[in-house]
C-alpha cells in the first residue's frame, strides 16, 4: 500500500525491502537512522523524495539500491527486492541506453544463486514476449529459482482467460504460477481499503468460471505463504554451500591474521616476499595479456599477442616469398657437397653442410620478426588496456627502485 504507484516507469531505483513479523507496526530507512515512521503515507513519500534525491524528478534511474525494513503484525519474515520493469524506449531524463542500463541492473539482482526470481506478467499480453520471463530464464534455464506471477486477470478480453497459463501448461515452470489481481488505480485514488480489495480478489477467483477449480492457489494471500516457504526451502538448500564457502573465507582469513601477527614493516625478509609476489603477479596478468585470456579485451584494436601472432603469420611468411633463391645453383652445391664427403654413407653430414650453410639467408626476416615482438612486448608494459594500470605504476617504481640499488 506505501509503494509509490503510477504510470510509465515508478520505480527508478531498487528498493530493498525487509518485512519483519511484529506486534508493533512502523517502518525504518537505512539513510534514516534512529527515525520510526509510522505513518505509511510518509514511507511512500520518503521513497519517493529519496529517489527524486538520487535520480531527479524527470524519470533518471540509479542502480543505488533503497534500504526499508517494515515490522508489522500483518507481514511474513521475507526480503523482497523491488526492481524496475524493462524499458525501451527513454524519456525525460533517462539516457540513451536505457535498457542496457536497467538489464544490468536486474542481472547485478537476479544471477544471486541465493535469490528467488519473482517474474512478473500482465495476463493481457502475450506471455512468450514476457521480458520478466526471458531475463529470467537467462540466468536461471533449469527454472529452480523462478516463480511466475500473473497480474490484470480481471482486465482480459472478454471469452479469453489465463488458465492454460496458470495450470503451468503454456510455458511451463518448476514453482509454476500464482495468479493475482490488484487494485486499479482508482481504487487507490479511492482509498480501497486491503482488505476489501483481498475479499474482492478472493471472490473474483472463485466465481470466475476458469479459475474456481484452482482458487486456492490464487491469490495475494496464497503468494505471500509461497514465497516464504519456498524461500525457506531455497534457503534450507543452499545454506551449506554458503556455510561451507563462509568457513573457507574464515580459515583463509585466520591464516592471514597468523601472518600478521608478528608483523615488523622493518623486516627485510617481507619487503622481499611482497616484491617476489609482485613480480610473480606481474608475470601472471602479462602472460594472460599476450594469451588473450585476461579480463580486459580490446574492441576496438589488436593488442597483446594478437599483434605478435599477426607477426609471425603473416608479416614473417611474406618476408620469406619475398626471398629469390637459386634452386640450379642450390642443387649443384648440394651434388658437389656430397662427392667431396667420402663414402656414400656420409649423406647426412653433407645435407646438414649443405642447409647451414645458406641459413644466414634467413636472419634479417627473423630480426625484424624479433624486433618487432620486443617492440610489441614495450608497449604491452607501457599502455595496453588489458594490464591495470596500477600494476604497470608500481611494477615501473620496482624496476627503478632495483637500478637505483645496484648503480
Same mark, same amino acid.
Given at each position: ?10 520505480t ?13 507496526? /512502523? ?5 534514516c ?23 531527479g524528478?524527470n ?21 523482497l527486492i ?20 536497467i ?7 537476479i ?17 512468450a ?9 537467462e ?20 471469452g479469453?482467460?489465463?488458465?492454460d497459463?496458470?495450470?503451468n ?7 509454476? /504460477? ?10 487507490i485514488?479511492?482509498?480501497k ?8 480478489e478472493?471472490k ?6 476458469? /479459475?474456481?477449480?484452482?482458487a ?20 534450507r538448500d ?12 574464515m ?11 608478528? /608483523? ?10 611482497a ?11 602479462f ?12 574492441t ?44 656414400v ?33 614495450f608497449?604491452?608494459f ?6 591495470k ?16 640499488a645496484?648503480?
Amino acid at each position: 500500500d506505501f509503494l509509490p504507484r503510477g504510470s510509465g516507469i515508478v520505480t527508478r531505483r531498487p528498493l530493498i525491502l525487509q518485512l519483519v513479523n511484529c506486534k508493533a507496526e /512502523y517502518a525504518e530507512f537505512l539513510h534514516c537512522k534512529g527515525r520510526k515512521f509510522v505513518d505509511f503515507d510518509e514511507v511512500r513519500m520518503e521513497i519517493e523524495a529519496e529517489t527524486d534525491r538520487l535520480t531527479g524528478s524527470n524519470k533518471g534511474i540509479s542502480p543505488i539500491p533503497i534500504n526499508l525494513r517494515v515490522y508489522s503484525p500483518n507481514v511474513l519474515n521475507l526480503t523482497l527486492i523491488d526492481l524496475p520493469g524493462m524499458t525501451k524506449v527513454a524519456v525525460g531524463d533517462q539516457p540513451q541506453d536505457i535498457e542496457h542500463q536497467i538489464r544490468d541492473m536486474l542481472l547485478q539482482f537476479i544471477t544471486k544463486e541465493s535469490c528467488l526470481i519473482l517474474a512478473v506478467t500482465p495476463a493481457n499480453t502475450d506471455l512468450a514476449n514476457s521480458d520478466a520471463l526471458k531475463i529470467a530464464k537467462e540466468v536461471d534455464p533449469q527454472g529452480l529459482r523462478t516463480i511466475g506471477v500473473i497480474t490484470k486477470l480481471d482486465l482480459m478480453d472478454e471469452g479469453t482467460d489465463a488458465r492454460d497459463i496458470l495450470e503451468n501448461k503454456l510455458l511451463p515452470l518448476r514453482r509454476g /504460477y500464482i495468479g493475482v489481481v490488484n487494485r486499479s488505480q482508482k481504487d487507490i485514488d479511492g482509498k480501497k481499503d486491503i482488505r476489501a480489495a483481498l475479499a474482492a480478489e478472493r471472490k473474483f477467483f472463485l466465481s470466475h468460471p476458469a /479459475y474456481r477449480h484452482i482458487a486456492e492457489r490464487m491469490g495475494t494471500p496464497h503468494l505471500q505463504k509461497t514465497l516464504n516457504q519456498q524461500l525457506t526451502n531455497h534457503i534450507r538448500d543452499t545454506l551449506p554451500g554458503l556455510r561451507s564457502k563462509l568457513q573457507s573465507q574464515m580459515l583463509s582469513l585466520e591464516k592471514e591474521v597468523e601472518e600478521y601477527k608478528n /608483523y615488523r614493516p622493518d623486516d627485510p625478509t617481507r619487503k622481499t616476499k611482497a616484491l617476489l609476489q609482485m613480480v610473480q603477479q606481474f608475470g601472471v596478468d602479462f602472460e594472460k595479456c599476450i594469451e588473450g585470456s585476461g579480463d580486459q579485451v580490446d574492441t576496438s584494436n589488436l593488442s597483446g599477442g594478437a599483434k605478435i601472432n599477426r607477426i609471425f603469420h603473416e608479416r614473417f611468411p611474406f618476408e620469406l616469398v619475398k626471398m629469390e633463391f637459386d634452386e640450379k645453383e642450390l642443387r649443384k652445391e648440394i651434388s658437389y657437397a656430397i662427392k667431396n664427403i667420402h663414402g656414400v654413407r656420409q649423406v647426412q653430414p653433407a645435407c646438414q653442410k649443405t642447409i647451414s650453410t645458406p641459413l644466414h639467408i634467413f636472419v634479417p626476416p627473423l630480426l625484424s620478426a624479433v624486433h618487432f615482438t620486443l617492440f610489441i612486448f614495450f608497449s604491452v608494459f607501457i599502455s595496453d588496456p588489458c594490464l591495470k594500470p596500477h600494476i604497470q605504476k608500481r611494477f615501473f617504481q620496482c624496476t627503478a627502485n632495483l637500478k637505483l640499488a645496484i648503480c
